[in-house]
Each structure stands twice: as structure tokens, then as C-alpha cells.
């Protein structure tokens, strides 16, 4: 008998958009029904080899944000992610060929959170509610920073690409 166990902090952000803390060995087997074309991770951190092993495994393309830029590994992990960093991750959320598409990070908490916080915004989302679903996957955690990312985060830095997610469509 199988097990299928979600990652810590594991969430839909949108029809093949996920989210979650680094998924370990026991995540796997559900990580497999999701057939992911895309893993966006942003901990600074390089991931774990046995997670690195079922990327190639799963034939998924792995783009590791968090500390493979000059801006990010330079950061403290408490510091919240570069602007440089979200565009970057959203360029990749925006282009449909990446789909399915999962958001990763340390604990899923708080760099993945800013990522989504600012899709949020590009879809038009009111600010109580961005920082709702924030909180609920930070839980005691939240970083105020992150918040204030969001808050001030500048939608129109974003090119919205000709052909887009189909769940982006409708709030455009």
C-alpha cells in the first residue's frame, strides 16, 4: 500500500500551481501524481541530494532562485527576497509551458509566501486578503518585511506574457 503525503505547508495556488516547504523522501510518491513539469526553489540553501536525485528521476526542470544570484546569496535568511528575485520567479509563474509549475522553499513560509503575496497582486487581489493567506501559511512566523514586499511591490514591473495561465486571464 502506498502512501501519499503532502509537504509541509503544501497548498493549490491555482490549477497546476502549487506551493510547499522542500518536500522530502516521504513527499515524493505524491509530488510524482502532480507530474510536474517545473520546481521554482527559492531557499538559499542548495536543495538536498535526494531531492535533487528525483528532480532529474522526474525529468523536472529545476530553477533554483534563492541563492544562486549575487543579490540573494548574500542575503541573511530572515531577509526578505530581492525584487530582482520575485520578477524572476514570476516571469517563470507567468508562462504557462512551465505547468505544471510547484513553489518551493525551506518551509514554504515566508520567501515562497512573498512569490505568491505578489502574484496575488498582479491578479488583483485586495491587500487583507493577500496578507490572509500569508499569515495562514506563516502561522506564528510572519515577517513584517514580507509584508511590506508585497505591500510596495510594483505590479507594473511585470510583463504579462501574449499567451498567460488561464486562471490569470480572467483578472486581467
Same mark, same amino acid.
Given at each position: 500500500?502506498?502512501?501519499?503525503?503532502?509537504?509541509?505547508?503544501?497548498? $493549490?495556488?491555482?490549477?497546476? /500551481?502549487?506551493?510547499?516547504?522542500?518536500?522530502? %523522501?516521504?513527499?515524493?510518491?505524491?509530488?510524482?501524481?502532480?507530474?510536474?513539469?517545473? #520546481? #521554482?526553489?527559492?531557499?538559499?540553501?542548495?536543495?538536498?541530494?535526494?531531492?535533487?536525485?528525483?528532480?532529474?528521476?522526474? %525529468?523536472?526542470?529545476?530553477?533554483?532562485?534563492?541563492?544562486? *544570484?549575487? $543579490?540573494?546569496?548574500?542575503?541573511?535568511?530572515?531577509?526578505? =527576497?530581492?525584487?530582482?528575485?520575485?520578477?524572476?520567479? =514570476?516571469?517563470?509563474?507567468?508562462?504557462?509551458?512551465?505547468?505544471?509549475?510547484?513553489? *518551493?522553499?525551506? =518551509?514554504?513560509?515566508?520567501?515562497?509566501?512573498?512569490?505568491?503575496?505578489?502574484?496575488?497582486?498582479?491578479?488583483?487581489?485586495?491587500?487583507?486578503?493577500?496578507?490572509?493567506?500569508?499569515?495562514?501559511?506563516?502561522?506564528?512566523?510572519?515577517?513584517?518585511?514580507?509584508?511590506?514586499?508585497?505591500? =510596495?511591490?510594483?505590479?507594473? /514591473?511585470? *510583463? #504579462?506574457?501574449?499567451?498567460?495561465?488561464?486562471?490569470?486571464?480572467?483578472?486581467?
Amino acid at each position: 500500500m502506498s502512501y501519499f503525503i503532502p509537504p509541509v505547508n503544501y497548498g $493549490m495556488i491555482e490549477e497546476d /500551481l502549487y506551493r510547499s516547504g522542500q518536500p522530502n %523522501e516521504l513527499n515524493f510518491p505524491f509530488l510524482e501524481r502532480l507530474n510536474l513539469r517545473t #520546481i #521554482i526553489y527559492l531557499a538559499l540553501e542548495e536543495p538536498n541530494p535526494q531531492f535533487q536525485s528525483f528532480v532529474e528521476e522526474q %525529468e523536472i526542470q529545476l530553477v533554483f532562485l534563492g541563492g544562486n *544570484t549575487r $543579490m540573494e546569496s548574500r542575503r541573511k535568511a530572515w531577509e526578505p =527576497l530581492s525584487e530582482e528575485t520575485v520578477l524572476a520567479a =514570476l516571469d517563470i509563474i507567468l508562462d504557462r509551458s512551465n505547468y505544471p509549475l510547484y513553489i *518551493t522553499c525551506h =518551509l514554504g513560509r515566508d520567501r515562497t509566501g512573498a512569490v505568491v503575496g505578489c502574484l496575488r497582486k498582479i491578479q488583483g487581489w485586495h491587500l487583507s486578503s493577500i496578507f490572509e493567506e500569508y499569515r495562514r501559511f506563516a502561522g506564528s512566523k510572519v515577517r513584517l518585511q514580507n509584508e511590506q514586499f508585497i505591500e =510596495l511591490f510594483d505590479t507594473d /514591473l511585470v *510583463t #504579462i506574457p501574449v499567451n498567460p495561465p488561464s486562471w490569470l486571464r480572467k483578472h486581467l
